[in-house]
């Protein structure tokens, strides 16, 4: 799942993804389309389940709209 959210300092992607061995959602700084303009790592978080996962997609995407 990938999310473009507008921050107040501009865009991030929101990425949740699965290695195959782990989930994780991670944040990168973005412009308004979804170019990732940097693949460092703003936050991330890993997860044990597809349910989590979803659930903490969601949760990181409020997380960067509130910021």
Request: aromatic residues 12%; glycine residues 6%; proline residues 0%.
């Given at each position: 799942m990938?999310?473009i959210?507008?921050?107040?300092?501009?865009?991030?992607?929101?990425?949740?993804?699965d290695?195959g061995?782990?989930?994780?959602?991670?944040?990168?700084?973005?412009?308004?389309?979804?170019?990732?303009?940097?693949?460092?790592?703003?936050?991330?978080?890993r997860?044990?389940?597809?349910?989590?996962?979803?659930?903490?997609?969601?949760?990181?995407?409020?997380?960067?709209r509130?910021?």
């Amino acid at each position: 799942m990938r999310t473009i959210v507008e921050t107040s300092k501009g865009y991030v992607l929101v990425d949740s993804y699965d290695t195959g061995d782990e989930l994780w959602t991670a944040v990168f700084k973005c412009k308004e389309d979804g170019e990732v303009m940097s693949w460092r790592r703003l936050d991330s978080k890993r997860y044990m389940t597809i349910q989590e996962a979803i659930k903490g997609h969601w949760d990181m995407i409020e997380k960067w709209r509130s910021k």
